[in-house]
């Protein structure tokens, strides 16, 4: 089930951080575009069959809806976004993929009659920085605050945070990899009550379709496992382990290659870049769609995202 990557993780790590900067003229290796599918069933279709022993589901019990108590919860901080002199800003956290779904979601949104004038729309995802540089490093912040500024922000008005991390070179095997990025997850969240007084809610999402990697900076299963490690850490909040904004899952990013799931979502080769694990133009517009689909209709997102009318 494992696709086996001969490389070093340290190797690993180097080449994702060289991804950006690397000369367009340079011959690229080509996508893995025989391994279409792992076999694997989407947490949104698993119900309550089980992976390894743990159950499916985004939610508790095989669900894929928060239980009625924890939505209330996630309504009642919607509530409370409300315009900071005048914005209400929506921060995106995270990596290289984050970065490249987040700016075009923001191009689109930005041209939706149905998003608030309100709403200021800041991508501060970074090419290079996963999750374990991401929590211990204190120049990321630096960087998303000049962002800020560049939209007449400040940290003041950050309310909603979409968050989606990874840890590159992950090697370690089931459930070790999705309990490490889980407790990294949980780290950047604490960092994120700090950099951001305001915060009400976070939204976070897991990896898209990682079979097509020709490196080992996050192959399969690292993307299908990091499912349990959002999945996870929304269980603590819920049970009051993590204190601070609301968590909740933003879109599930995650299919089985061209196998697909129930919704119809399919992964194709066209949709990565030559590295397998950077989405082309294609996936980036499938990732900006479930986006947009979801800040418009979600229950916690849609009364602070869509305009209100009379």
Known sequence: MKKLIPIAAAIAVALWLSTSSAPASRAQPQADCSFTSTGLIPLTDMGRRKYRGYRGGLYPNGR??????????????????????????????????????????????????AKSPNVTIVDGAQDGWDAERLKSQPAYWDNVGQRLAAAGATPAQVQAVWLKEAIAGEDRRFPKDARALQADLRAIVRLLRIEYPNLKLVYLSSRTYGGYAITGVNPEPAAYDSGYSVRGLIQERMAGKVKGPWLGWGPYLWTDGTRGRKDGLVWTCDDVQDDGTHPSKTGVQKVVTMLLTFFKTDPTARRWFVVRTS
């Open 64 to 113: 894929n809806r928060p239980t009625p108590a924890y939505q209330r919860k996630g309504v009642a901080a919607a509530r409370q976004v409300r315009p900071i002199d005048g914005k209400i800003v929506l921060l995106s956290v995270g990596m290289s993929n984050t970065t490249e779904e987040f700016s075009a979601f923001k191009q689109r949104a930005d041209h939706d009659p």
